[in-house]
């Protein structure tokens, strides 16, 4: 395996470093680590930041079978729905501005059930009230980390345009969106901006 030991690491050498792991065996804090070793260059990410009015932004930057790797513009005010990747670990930094990183639980949710075990159909509407656990305010290079299944909602509440990096193992394909007043959730596919 190529030393990983280095300080940084290039997107060359975070891609053959996800190509080397197993997603079944990779761990959050091991591609935790590597996200925030990564160079982020600027004329990377200046092709690919555009913000609008109605939502925030979705641009994918990288996807291999392993993982996507995505930009994320945000407008003041704008947030993320509430939700959770399903199979998918992911890691976001912030690139430019200040993230609002929210944790959800589910009331009433047996530790010992996943999601899909109590939710097997796709097309059927689950309820699980959600109750907020956690709030924080993530500056220029501040992670944000959800473990499978985990359930969270990302938002610029600042003042000024956000920019994030964002990086799912296993490429995302669904999200389970929930509703914060009953918990009904429901699986939803992932759209990119164009």
């Not at 109605?54 to 513009?73: A, E, K, W």
């Not at 639980?105 to 899909?116: G, H, K, V, Y």
């Not at 980390?145 to 969270?152: A, F």
């Amino acid at each position: 395996m190529m030393n990983l030991l280095s300080k940084q690491l290039s997107l060359d050498d975070f891609i053959l470093a996800m190509l080397q792991v197993p997603i079944a065996k990779l761990q959050l804090d091991q591609l935790q680590d590597w996200v925030s070793r990564l160079t982020l260059k600027d004329d990377l990410f200046d092709r690919h930041i555009t913000f609008k009015p109605d939502t925030y932004q979705r641009r994918l930057l990288c996807r291999t079978p392993r993982f996507d790797m995505l930009i994320l513009c945000w407008q003041p005010g704008q947030q993320s729905s509430i939700h959770d990747h399903q199979e998918s670990l992911n890691v976001t930094r912030v690139y430019r501005g200040q993230l609002t990183s929210r944790g959800f639980q589910a009331i009433d949710r047996s530790p010992s059930l996943s999601f899909t075990n109590q939710c097997s159909d796709p097309t059927a509407s689950c309820s699980m009230p959600l109750h907020l656990c956690q709030e924080v305010q993530l500056e220029k290079s501040d992670l944000a980390v959800v473990d499978r299944h985990s359930i969270h909602q990302l938002a610029n509440a600042a003042d000024e345009n956000l920019v994030t990096l964002h990086v799912y193992a296993r490429p995302l394909q669904k999200l389970a969106v929930y509703c914060p007043q009953s918990g009904k959730s429901q699986l939803l596919p992932v759209h990119y901006s164009e």
